[in-house]
């Protein structure tokens, strides 16, 4: 599976909000900045992750976006879905595939514990492990120096 830019950015700006979560909503233009991100696409993204009901936006000079949820109950899986629509490797082994001949097809085996291996991996993994890791990253790269 290869994931999109709409992926990759989306999963980004999410991360962004997660970091602030329980502070003040966070700005398209803030991301944008630092991230090099046009404010267009960004709002792009934000318009899929508001209907997968993932952030919500807040309006006013103060406004941005904030997260639906604690950081700890979305997981990149649903990120990953509501930017690329699906984790599957080829449309063949989503979920809901209708195939004459998956039963038969020795690929379409392969292709379902791919993504069942995906599906394991971003359904576990949460915006609150990822800030986990972004903290141990920074404690370690603190000790270097």
Sequence with gaps: MKISTKGRYGLKAVFEIAQSYGQAPVSVRAISEKHEISEQYLE????????????????????????TRPPKEITVGQVLRAMEGTVAPVSCAEADANCAYAQSCVENYVYRKIRQAIDEVVDHLTLFDMIEEQNKILHNRRGEQ
């Design 44 to 67: 792009q993204l934000f318009k899929k992750l508001r209907s997968a009901g993932i952030v919500r936006s807040i309006r006013g000079a103060q406004g941005g976006y904030e997260l």
